[in-house]
Each structure stands twice: as structure tokens, then as C-alpha cells.
């Protein structure tokens, strides 16, 4: 077929020529003298995403999920107890690691489509008077079904408990495209990848940890080696890592966060928002609903409901043969009944209504009762009406 693949899924998302062309260098030396100007000026700007001035970045040759297991155990120690709340195959995916790796994981189900309740984590932590919840997992922004938690109201039911707990955030799919603030939301371990807000392949795991979390660290007994901070930090003060490191992710990252600092983080969300806006105005056009309850849509992935009577996997399965685009699929307890437009990372409007239109003609080729055209005219109208 003529033309590429469009890629609308949440992640891995599009690479900017720009992105490719960087990561397109010669091997090298990182062990010499000059390494430290490419590593140090990263780990520095990485803290600008985040939005920390006192917490610390690493960079691990990895992916998120390395990074949920980083935060466990170079922290807590074994058998200790952590909570986190299930609402969606990511927050699910979390919660079996933890117990695959020994601790104590007090679950609590959610519906798939909201996000963490923040009046009932507040009432269980104020419960927990012997603090032993040793640590918060909290989901940031699901990607199975579209829905973002508040994490400011998190660090206040923290707050209002006088709770202790460390708070990790998985902001995999969040950071560099939805507000996140570190140091303001009192975020102690927050968890990022390459493959989505930052536009990049998939390999590179970015996170960053507080003070507190940085000291929990050498109370921490729990064995491990490939994913220790305090190789990193070892190493990392002069400028190198403990191991070789994935030089074309570094090149890769060094010109995404250029191009994240050049367009402004504000922006950035701003951009986000709207995208994700006009996607939701074809949705209702379409007289459909989205997976996300009012008041936790997502800005980088929209869970589309299809009727009880269609399945959604022959719109991704239609969409990708006839019409080259490649959308999410509906996860675990959304198989069939859902499929996902990812709009993270290089997008923009036309990008946008190129997806919308690819889904309008895979819903309607599987019998969907709506008039073509509908979605995009929406989108259409609102993104002209907001257009810079």
C-alpha cells in the first residue's frame, strides 16, 4: 500500500524526523573525557520535565515498566506494604509486580473509567494509624481506559492522613504531555518512558526521586543489581553510567527535550488538551461515549465504547487493512468493547482528523449507524474555532 502506517495507538508514538535523524550516530567511547557533556546537561533538563529543582533523574537503558520495579526496590524493603488503587490493565500490571516481588499489595478495585477516589484514600490512610503503608502507587494517567488521576489531590489526602507513605507516580504515559509538578504535588518517585509524551522508540526509562525517596534507598535491603540507584548515582555524579549505556536513546532524548523546551511545556499540555478536545467532540457526534467518566478524561488517550452489539476489534482490525492506521486496542476487560485513539507526543490537528476519519470509515465498513462525516465536521469546527 502506498504512503506509511499511521500511528494512532498510545504508545509507541510517532518519531520526529528531526528525533530519528539524532539518533542515527556512530558508536562511542562512554567512558571518555567528553561523555560527561552529553549526560549531565541530560539529567539536568530531564529535571526541567519533571518540574524538580530538589529531587534527582536517572536514565535507565529500559522501558516504565522497569521503571515501577525500580521504584519498589531500591526503596521499600521485602514484605513491606504498599497501596494503590485498580482501575485499568496499567494500575493492574503495577499491582501484580509488586506482589511477584514479595510485598504486601493492599489492592482496592475501582471502575474501569474513573480514577483514584481521592475521599476514600484519605479515609484509609487516616485509618492506617501504625503507618504501615510504606508506600502509595498511583496511576497517573491510565492508558487502558483513558482516564487521569489527580495527583495534587493524592499528595493532599497524603497530607491530610499525616500520612508518611513514599508516593510513586507511574506518569508513563502523562509526563512530557500532561501537567505534572514533582516538587509541588510532593511526588517522591515519578516514572516516565521514551516511547510516548517524549516522541521517542521505546528504551528509555526517565525517572526521578525526591530527597526522601533518595534516602529510603540506603535503608533499603531489597536485592537487586540492573536496576540499582546507587550504581547510578555513583556514577552519574561524574558524568557516566554503570554500565553502557544506549547511546542513540541519549541523542534521541537530548533533541526531544530541545524540542519540548523550544515549544514550552505549557504549550505543550495546551496542545494536548485540544487535540484530545476535538477527538472528544467526534466521539459524541458519532452517539458514542467514551470509557472515561466525567471529570477524568485523558488528554493523550481516548477509550472509545462501541454498542454492545459491534466489536471493537474488527474497527482496529478493518482500520489497520483497509485503511493503514493502527489504533488501541481495547485491554483485559475492555477486549471488544473498546478501541483506543492515542493522541501523544507529534500531533496536530490534521494528524488528528486524519485518525478520525480513518475510524469513521472502520466503524461505518462494520455497520455503525452515523452519518459519514459527522466526527471529522465536529473535530473540524472545533479545531478551527480554537486555532491560534
Known amino acids: 500500500m502506498a504512503g506509511r502506517n499511521h500511528l494512532y495507538i498510545p504508545g509507541p508514538t510517532n518519531v520526529p524526523n528531526e528525533i530519528l535523524n539524532a539518533m542515527h550516530v556512530n558508536m562511542e567511547d562512554h567512558r571518555s573525557p567528553v561523555f560527561p557533556k552529553l ?230 499540555y495546551a496542545r494536548h488538551h485540544r487535540l484530545a478536545e476535538g477527538v472528544r467532540k467526534a466521539v459524541a457526534a458519532w452517539g458514542l461515549t467514551t470509557c472515561a467518566q466525567p471529570g477524568f478524561a485523558s488528554d493523550t488517550v481516548t477509550a472509545i465504547i462501541v454498542p454492545a452489539d459491534k466489536d471493537a476489534r474488527d474497527v482496529i482490525s478493518t482500520a489497520f487493512s483497509r485503511y493503514d492506521i493502527s489504533l488501541g486496542a481495547g485491554l483485559s476487560e475492555l477486549a471488544g468493547k473498546a478501541f483506543r485513539i492515542g493522541h501523544v507526543g507529534d500531533m496536530n490537528d490534521v494528524s488528528m482528523l486524519g485518525a478520525i476519519a480513518g475510524v469513521e470509515m472502520a466503524m461505518l465498513d462494520n455497520g455503525f449507524d452515523f452519518k459519514p462525516g459527522v466526527g471529522v465536521a465536529a473535530a473540524i469546527e472545533y479545531y478551527r474555532s480554537t486555532a491560534n
Open 39 to 268: 549526560l549531565t546537561p541530560l539529567l539536568q533538563d530531564l529535571k526541567k520535565i519533571f518540574k524538580t529543582e530538589t529531587g534527582q533523574a536517572f536514565i535507565f537503558p529500559a522501558t516504565g515498566t522497569a521503571g515501577w520495579e525500580v521504584a519498589l526496590t531500591n526503596t521499600l524493603n521485602p514484605g513491606d506494604k504498599v497501596l494503590i488503587y485498580r482501575f485499568g490493565q496499567f494500575s493492574h500490571l503495577w499491582a501484580e509486580m509488586a506482589k511477584r516481588l514479595g510485598f504486601d499489595v493492599e489492592i482496592h478495585q475501582e471502575v474501569w473509567g474513573k480514577g483514584i477516589p481521592l475521599d476514600r484514600m484519605e479515609a484509609r490512610l487516616k485509618e492506617d494509624t501504625n503507618h504501615e503503608i510504606k508506600a502509595v502507587l498511583a496511576t497517573h494517567n491510565e492508558t487502558a481506559t483513558g482516564v487521569t488521576s489527580d495527583i495534587g489531590g493524592v499528595r493532599k489526602a497524603l497530607n491530610a492522613a499525616n500520612h508518611p507513605a513514599l508516593l510513586f507516580v507511574d506518569g508513563v504515559s502523562s509526563i512530557a504531555s500532561l501537567d505534572f509538578r514533582m516538587d509541588e504535588w510532593g511526588v517522591d518517585g515519578a516514572i516516565s518512558g521514551s516511547q510516548k509524551g517524549f516522541m521517542m522508540p521505546a528504551g528509555g526509562a526517565f525517572l526521578a526521586f525526591s530527597q526522601k525517596a533518595l534516602a529510603a534507598v540506603e535503608t533499603s535491603t531489597y536485592p537487586r543489581c540492573f536496576l540499582d540507584l546507587k550504581d547510578q548515582m555513583n556514577t552519574n555524579k561524574d558524568g557516566y553510567t554503570p554500565y553502557t549505556p544506549a547511546l542513540p536513546i541519549l541523542y534521541g532524548l537530548r533533541k526531544a527535550l530541545d524540542l519540548l523546551q523550544e515549544e514550552g511545556l505549557e504549550n505543550v
